[in-house]
């Protein structure tokens, strides 16, 4: 817990860790900014959050901000993934393969980092970047068409990342079809994500099945527990 003071007043800050870094340098500066406000006890002054006009802080406001400073014409960046249905690290790993910019061994090289190969390591055949890691690799694409025959999609152009990522069912099968099918996606991505890192750090092999099944397991236990109750059948 950290506290900040403004004249008489004190401000509780319950952290989850102790922040460090880049957060303990905000804080600070906000600790700054904070302490030459004056607010009378007598008056009705408060607090407002600028970004949204009943005054009242959301991470939605802050997202829309965000996104409308790196958005601008010029700016190679893609828009914040916000997807209730899956979790947060799901949302993040998005975010960054959407516009690949995961840490994937040729962009690790092109950092001067020494590694012992940039091939991918599930094929040892090309040079990995997020496309082939994702979509483009021999290994990957079966995994993928088992993951279309799951869904009953035949669309023989989903053989890359961005058309996958662009692809929608819009109206297929019910209201909540677009919002599953977007967060299954995008969980099976994660998954892969995963079980190439278990095989790069771990040395584990893998199994198109095994990791199939591991994705329908994480997309039904977490949507079934973000959606509406009863939405979502194991069968």
């Not at 302490?35 to 006890?41: A, E, G, K, T, Y």
């Not at 892969?192 to 890192?197: A, F, P």
């Not at 199994?207 to 973000?226: A, D, E, H, M, V």
Request: aromatic share 12%; net charge positive.
């Amino acid at each position: 817990m950290e506290a900040l003071s403004n004249f008489g007043q004190t401000y509780g800050l319950d952290w989850i860790r102790n922040s460090r870094g880049r957060a303990l340098t905000d804080i600070e500066e906000l600790s700054k900014l904070i302490s030459i406000v004056r607010l009378q006890p007598s008056s009705h002054d408060n607090w407002r959050w600028s970004l949204g006009s009943d005054g009242i802080f959301t991470s939605k406001n802050l997202t829309l901000f965000i996104d409308g400073k790196r958005l601008l014409p010029g700016n190679h960046f893609a828009e914040t993934i916000r997807n209730k249905s899956i979790p947060q690290k799901v949302e993040i790993f998005a975010w960054r393969a959407k516009p690949k910019r995961l840490s994937v061994s040729s962009e690790l090289d092109k950092r001067g980092m020494d590694l012992d190969s940039i091939l991918y390591s599930l094929c040892e055949e090309e040079i990995e970047n997020v496309d082939h890691s994702l979509s483009k690799c021999k290994k990957v694409v079966e995994f993928w068409k088992a993951f279309l025959k799951w869904w009953n999609i035949l669309d023989s152009s989903l053989n890359s990342l961005d058309p996958l990522v662009t692809y929608t069912i819009f109206g297929s099968f019910s209201k909540h079809g677009e919002t599953i099918w977007e967060s299954v996606k995008w969980v099976c991505c994660y998954a892969l994500w995963k079980e190439r890192n278990n095989k790069v750090f771990k040395k584990k092999e893998w199994n198109i099945s095994i990791i199939l099944s591991k994705s329908q397991t994480l997309s039904f236990r977490w949507l079934s527990n973000r959606l509406e109750k009863d939405l979502l059948e194991w069968h």
